[in-house]
Nanobody, 122 residues
Framework: QVQLVESGGGLVQAGGSLRLSCAAS????????MGWFRQAPGKERDFVAG????????AYADSVKGRFTISRDNAKNTVTLQMNSLKPEDTAVYYC???????????????WGQGTQVTVSS
């Protein structure tokens, strides 16, 4: 089992940038597919980005392609979401997630962090 803790959320103006980090417990971080999801008020939790165990493959929601970048450091047990050109519609609670089995980055995830709030003002 893995525990996930997000950090880096906050308030930013439209057009600005934020960098979210997720720290994972345990010594076997590299066996997990990692992802970022977000949930806006009154909406379902949506996939944002995913990264393979080695970091060689990534996937993004259409709404963030070209603006967000997911990366991971298996030596430091961290996954990062760099968010640029932020828009008010990016406002949401962002969750880090992990999955032990399977390789499809958009499939359901098993483990979740507590979430971090991102607010983008217009």
């Amino acid at each position: 089992q893995v525990q996930l803790v997000e950090s880096g959320g906050g308030l930013v103006q439209a057009g600005g940038s934020l960098r979210l980090s997720c720290a994972a417990s345990g010594r076997t971080f590299s066996i997990y597919v990692m992802g970022w999801f977000r949930q806006a008020p009154g909406k379902e939790r949506d996939f944002v980005a995913g990264i393979s165990r080695s970091g060689s493959n990534t996937a993004y929601a259409d709404s963030v392609k070209g603006r967000f970048t997911i990366s991971r450091d298996n030596a430091k047990n961290t996954v990062t979401l760099q968010m640029n050109s932020l828009k008010p519609e990016d406002t949401a609670v962002y969750y880090c997630a992990a999955r032990r089995f399977g390789g499809v980055l958009t499939d359901p995830y098993d483990y979740w962090g507590q979430g971090t709030q991102v607010t983008v003002s217009s």
